[in-house]
């Protein structure tokens, strides 16, 4: 069936390093896709999107790369700051307005 | 802009007891979604709403779980009677039709611990 998944459940960086954060999918024909932090005891909260006929796109301090030959995501944070320690899930879009989340990866950032 | 509005925030039940989760979408949001997230996973996905039709609710253990959304505005999401593994976060998330980036707006959540 379909999936995403995530290569790393726990990611531990240095504050002021940079942060990355992969995702593998399963379903080829996925054309939309999401990434999403989510902070302890709060709901998910969008970070960045990218639409299949891309391969980057940027944000503020945040840029997802998308490889659709391998099907992978990822997920880079520039400057990583302790307000980035949450656990991030990337979301693939498997039908109209349908998401299909991944695990997750917990980021911790060290002082 | 008010957000996605979920109560109770926590609910602590027997098994076999029944519980109900009340979620408030964002105004004008004709999608909204349901979905269920146990400690260390992702969210997934029990219902989905179009207005007050549903869209997809083949994720939705029907036996035990049902879910309303009457006006097409708010909805409420029951559980009778509640098994031990029903112990997770309730989500509720709305988003826009028809445009936009088809990002989801999420409540921060309904905690159910059953005992």
């Known amino acids: 069936g379909e999936s995403v998944g995530l290569h790393l459940p726990t990611l531990s960086v240095q504050e002021g390093d940079n942060s990355i954060i992969n995702c593998a999918y399963s379903n080829s024909a996925s054309d939309y896709f999401i990434w999403y932090k989510q902070e302890s005891g709060k709901g998910p909260q969008f970070i960045i999107d990218i639409r299949s006929n891309m391969d980057k796109r940027q944000g503020q301090r945040v840029t997802v790369l998308l490889n659709k030959t391998v099907k992978h995501l990822s997920l880079q944070i520039a400057a990583t700051q302790p307000g980035d320690s949450a656990v991030y899930f990337c979301?693939?879009?498997?039908?109209?307005?349908?998401?299909?989340f991944g695990t997750g990866t917990r980021l911790k950032v060290l002082a | 802009e008010a957000g996605v509005a979920q109560s109770p925030r926590y609910k602590i039940i027997e098994k076999r007891q029944s519980v109900a989760f009340w979620c408030n979408p964002i105004?004008?949001?004709?999608?909204l979604y349901w979905y269920q997230q146990i400690l260390g996973q992702g969210p997934k996905l029990l219902i989905q709403?179009?207005?007050?039709?549903?869209?997809?609710d083949s994720q939705l253990p029907k036996d035990r779980f049902s879910a309303e959304r009457l006006k097409g505005v708010d909805s409420t999401l029951k559980i009778q009677p509640a098994k031990l593994e029903d112990s997770a976060v309730y989500l509720c998330?709305?988003?826009?039709?028809?445009?936009?980036?088809?990002?989801?707006?999420f409540g921060e959540g309904s905690r159910l611990t059953v005992l």
């Open positions: 709403f179009q207005n007050n039709g549903v869209v997809d």
């Open positions: 979301a693939e879009k498997a039908g109209t307005y349908k998401y299909i």
């Open positions: 105004s004008g949001h004709a999608t």
């Open positions: 998330a709305s988003s826009l039709v028809g445009g936009g980036t088809g990002e989801l707006f």
